[in-house]
């Protein structure tokens, strides 16, 4: 199990650029894989995006592709996300999660981090 905590979200204009990052504890977090999601007011939580254990492998939303950078520093156990052109639609708590090696789902979550683009 590890423990996640994210920081770096903030009110940003719209076309402007934030860096989220989550922090993580536990001695095995270069085992997990690592994802960002994120949840709107009155919307279900949607996958961002992921990057597996190694960081070789990434993966995203459709909605961010091209913006949005996923990365990870398995040396200082954090991993980010780079997000660039925000559009108010971007708007959301910013939830990092881990899934340990060999499942699917993910399995420990971080509170969060607000992220607001005004137009």
């Known amino acids: 199990q590890v423990q996640l905590v994210e920081s770096g979200g903030g009110l940003v204009q719209a076309g402007g650029s934030l860096r989220l990052s989550c922090a993580a504890s536990?001695?095995?977090?270069?085992?997990?894989?690592m994802g960002w999601f994120r949840q709107a007011p009155g919307k279900e939580r949607e996958f961002v995006a992921a990057?597996?254990?190694?960081?070789?492998?990434?993966n995203y939303a459709d909605s961010v592709k091209g913006r949005f950078t996923i990365s990870r520093d398995n040396t200082k156990k954090t991993v980010y996300l780079q997000m660039n052109s925000l559009k108010p639609e971007d708007t959301a708590v910013y939830y990092c999660?881990?899934?340990?090696?060999?499942?699917?789902?993910?399995?420990?979550w971080g509170q969060g981090t607000q992220v607001t683009v005004s137009s």
């Open positions: 999660a881990a899934r340990p090696s060999g499942r699917t789902d993910f399995t420990s």
């Open positions: 536990g001695r095995t977090f270069s085992t997990y894989g």
């Open positions: 990057i597996s254990w190694t960081g070789s492998s990434t």
